[in-house]
């Protein structure tokens, strides 16, 4: 099952007590997943579709209880690509179609049939029914993406003027979506997670939410344990590179002049590093007795270098001189 609708099964079972704030979730859920039917001369049918059973019972109970409206679920099975089934309910002109229309804030005014192109202005004017008409969208035409992967929300909508409008409520909560044009649709969306987790707690998914926080905590602690490893394997890398570089160093110098030439500091600096070729600096100032801190480590291993360069370019200059 995916994050985007174990979300919405948890905001089904999200039910509110105050009747404005159940029109106004039923409002958004027919915004996003109803369609309009004619049914004959200002007779007209309401069909709300949804691929989720949980779904489909919330509205069968906000209808039956709150309506007085019983209708039924019928469920159409999607043979093709394995896609999920559909839940249909169809609320008709008999049943009182209309007149329900009329109090969601679908319809222009009470005695026309254009449908109403915006969120209903009551519904800006409580911060409850405005999350619950927010829940009410998600659960008709909204999805989340799974936080593993990336952190997105959004709502599809084939309506520019209502997308516009939808935005404007989500923004009035504090929040910060935006609207972008996709094929035929208008996508209302938001891209942090910050933004979507304050927008899940205020709809009801605070179960989704701790799933979004949990998963943030465990990406960030992969991505610092990475960049850790990283580091380290850097530091290791540049550790074992420059004792190579050393004990090529010493060889030279042994090769050309004998280490016994060298300073008595510098002959028992030189012999530890040839033996303990893994030993970090600081590791082999522990050994010298009496012991020398790793910055005096290195500033004897940078003597060493010095005369060792100095015995290569002698080479390279005797090497120039015997070509002429």
Known sequence: MSFSTETKNELARVISDDLSCKKAELSGIVKLAGTIQIAGYKKINLKISTELNSVARKIFKILKSDFNINTTIVVNKNQMLKRNNSYILTIKSDMGSEQLMKELGLLENEDGFLPYNKVPSWVFEDDECKKAFIRGAFLGGGSVSDPEKNYHLEFVTSNEEFAESLMILINSLGLNSKI?????SYVVY????????????HIGGFQALLSLQNTKILKQMRNNVNRLVNCETANLSKTVNAAVRQVENIKLIQSKIGISKLPKNLQQIALLRVENEDLTLKELGELLNPPISKSGVNHRLKKIEEIA????????DDDSNDED
Do not use: A, G, W, Y
């Open 180 to 184: 972008v044009c996709r094929k035929n």
């Open 190 to 201: 938001l891209k942090e997670s910050e933004q979507i987790s304050d927008l899940l707690s």
């Open 309 to 316: 360069n100095d015995l290569r370019s002698k080479e390279f």
